[in-house]
């Protein structure tokens, strides 16, 4: 089993910047790829951004292209999103995500973070 805790959720005003960390703990030798997804009300959870551990090769949506990227750091089993222009579309609750080997499909990751909070806001 591997856990994983998301931190760094909270208000930010359009515009703005936001860094999201994610914690990886257990059985993290078993997982080869980390990804995050995002909810908001109504809507379904979309992976957003996946990356692989061994290589670092990304997959990154449309809908975050050139604003969000994703970096990780292995030796600390950490990963990151860092989220830059914030729109208000982006309003919704992050996840964190870790799998297999398909880091660019929704149906590859296997264990979830609880989520947390972003609201980009005036």
């Known amino acids: 089993q591997v856990q994983l805790v998301e931190s760094g959720g909270g208000l930010v005003q359009p515009g703005g910047s936001l860094r999201l960390s994610c914690a990886a703990s257990g059985d993290t030798s078993s997982i080869h790829s980390m990804g995050w997804f995002r909810q908001s009300p109504g809507e379904d959870r979309d992976l957003i951004l996946g990356?692989?551990?061994?290589?670092?090769?990304?997959y990154v949506a449309n809908s975050v292209q050139g604003r969000f990227t994703i970096s990780k750091d292995n030796a600390k089993n950490m990963l990151f999103l860092q989220m830059n222009s914030l729109i208000s579309e982006d309003t919704a609750v992050y996840y964190c995500?870790?799998?297999?080997?398909?880091?660019?499909?929704?149906?590859?990751?296997?264990?979830w973070g609880r989520g947390t909070q972003v609201i980009v806001s005036s």
């Open positions: 995500a870790a799998g297999g080997r398909q880091f660019y499909s929704p149906d590859n990751y296997d264990y």
């Open positions: 990356i692989m551990l061994i290589n670092g090769a990304t």
